[in-house]
């Protein structure tokens, strides 16, 4: 069953702009994670964010969680070319068993030069 | 490079048939993940290993079977395959439980079904 939820679904900016994106889960959780494909490409991890934390950056990405609302959101400033790829938002499974992670359907984002 | 090796890259295969999809994971990884990604569905859980003994399952048909060997490398089997079959299976490796820590992605192996 699909845990978190992309939004939006495309996205498509020009290079320098920001780019936001949006994930919202069902169950809580402990850790929420944010990977990045590139086209036909292998997932790579970019960052985890703990249930106790709010805000977390990584260069140019920031991540902020809001478990009240059970959402969180990816932050990529200063976008280039080379950002253009699928972000999929990540959580721990916990409906009837642990140790894996359900991925939402993904942003697929579009950087112009 | 991840350190996870799938192979092999690409597969075409007929309806009816049956493949063989291998993992190796990165060294000292205990835990290997199989998924699947296609366009209609996402990226959908199969089945996770941990040191050699099944650890969760999730999406996974009865035509699919998966198993980790005591080197921890882990292959799936796709039986009777059909045109809905044909994604992308990716593998991936942890240290341990994929719900607390990253997970190291392979390339993944792209099977087309005919």
């Known amino acids: 069953s699909q845990q978190g939820e992309e939004d939006p679904q495309a996205l498509s900016i020009q290079e320098g702009e920001n780019a936001t994106m949006n994930c919202s889960y069902k169950t809580s959780i402990n850790n929420l994670q944010w990977y990045r494909q590139n086209s036909g490409r292998g997932l790579v991890h970019l960052i985890l964010?703990?249930?106790?934390?709010r805000e977390k950056h990584s260069g140019r990405l920031r991540v902020t969680l809001d478990t009240s609302k059970k959402s969180s959101s990816l932050l990529i400033t200063a976008s280039r070319a080379a950002d253009t790829a699928s972000y999929f938002c990540a959580t721990p499974n916990y409906g009837g068993s642990q140790g894996n992670l359900i991925f939402g359907k993904g942003t697929k984002l579009s950087v112009k030069p | 490079d991840s350190g996870v090796t799938q192979t092999p890259k690409h597969l075409i295969t007929a309806t009816g048939q049956r493949v063989t999809l291998r993992c190796s994971p990165r060294?000292?990884?205990?835990?290997v993940y199989w998924y699947q990604q296609s366009l209609d569905q996402g990226l959908q859980f199969l089945i996770q290993?941990?040191?050699?003994?099944?650890?969760a399952k999730g999406n996974i048909l009865e035509r699919f079977s998966a198993q980790q060997f005591p080197d921890l490398h882990s292959e799936l089997n796709l039986s009777s395959l059909e045109l809905g079959d044909s994604a992308l299976y990716f593998c991936?490796?942890?240290?341990?439980?994929?719900?607390?820590?990253?997970?190291?992605f392979g390339e993944g192996s792209r099977l087309t079904v005919l």
């Open positions: 060294s000292g990884d205990l835990s």
């Open positions: 964010i703990r249930s106790n934390e």
């Open positions: 991936a490796s942890s240290v341990g439980w994929g719900d607390t820590g990253e997970l190291f």
């Open positions: 290993y941990y040191n050699g003994e099944e650890r």
